[in-house]
């Protein structure tokens, strides 16, 4: 299973977009990257998925470079109820395979400021 | 609401002693996990059931164990409860064995576990 780093908090402001790079230098051909969201006293939430390149949803972006070795979370726009811890998963998709059941970090603490 | 429902929501109870919690996983979903978050930690994996069937072990101490009933809820209990026993525990479901599709996990939200 793939191992991710992340940094460990970042600060931000209103309005501002935010990006936070997720490294897996050692991601497998058939995993996937998916961040999740997890608010104080509340369970994760997806957030967004991808396998290569781009990935947009309507609330953030995912870049992946061809190498796969990295992946960036764009946030848009961030307010300050986006404040929360942000976790990066790498695994594989397949059924019976491990998934990333086990890969939750310690994430990267979002601060966002007014 | 997520549709993963897991209860009580906080559990305060001294050391020694025996509790359940128990998660009931979002319609549809076969595979239940359970995870232990601790103050300002992360997400351990303990447990996953898959269709009533233990399918993966995680970091999960003997005094736990878990299971997965016929009608797919699942409920984790915790003996011997120690001061460090203390935190969130979290439940989530997914369709597959493993999550497959866009959306992998569906997380509920927590049983808090006080032990005094």
């Known amino acids: 299973l793939a191992k991710t780093t992340q940094p460990i908090s970042m600060d931000s402001y209103e309005g501002q977009e935010v990006n936070i790079t997720c490294s897996h230098n050692n991601i497998a051909t058939n995993d996937y990257i998916t961040w999740y969201q997890q608010f104080p006293s509340q369970g994760p939430r997806f957030i967004i998925q991808g396998y290569k390149t781009k990935v947009t949803n309507e609330v953030a972006s995912l870049f992946i470079p061809a190498d796969r070795k990295s992946s960036t979370l764009s946030l848009p726009r961030v307010s300050l109820s986006d404040t929360a811890v942000y976790y990066c998963l790498v695994g594989d998709m397949r059924p019976n395979t491990g998934g990333f059941k086990t890969i939750f970090g310690a994430g990267t603490r979002l601060f966002v400021k007014a | ?116």
């Open chain 2, 1 to 116: 609401d997520s549709g993963v429902t897991q209860t009580p929501k906080h559990l305060i109870t001294a050391t020694g002693q025996r509790v359940t919690l128990r998660c009931s996983p979002r319609s549809g979903d076969l595979s239940v996990y359970w995870y232990q978050q601790s103050l300002d930690q992360g997400l351990q994996f303990l447990i996953q059931y898959y269709n009533g069937e233990e399918r993966a072990k995680g970091n999960i101490l003997e005094r736990f164990s878990a299971q997965q009933f016929p009608d797919l809820h699942s409920e984790l209990n915790l003996s011997s409860l120690e001061l460090g026993d203390s935190a969130l525990y979290f439940c989530a479901s997914s369709v597959e064995a493993q999550p497959v599709g866009y959306y992998g996990y569906t997380f509920g939200s927590g049983t808090r576990l006080t032990v005094v």
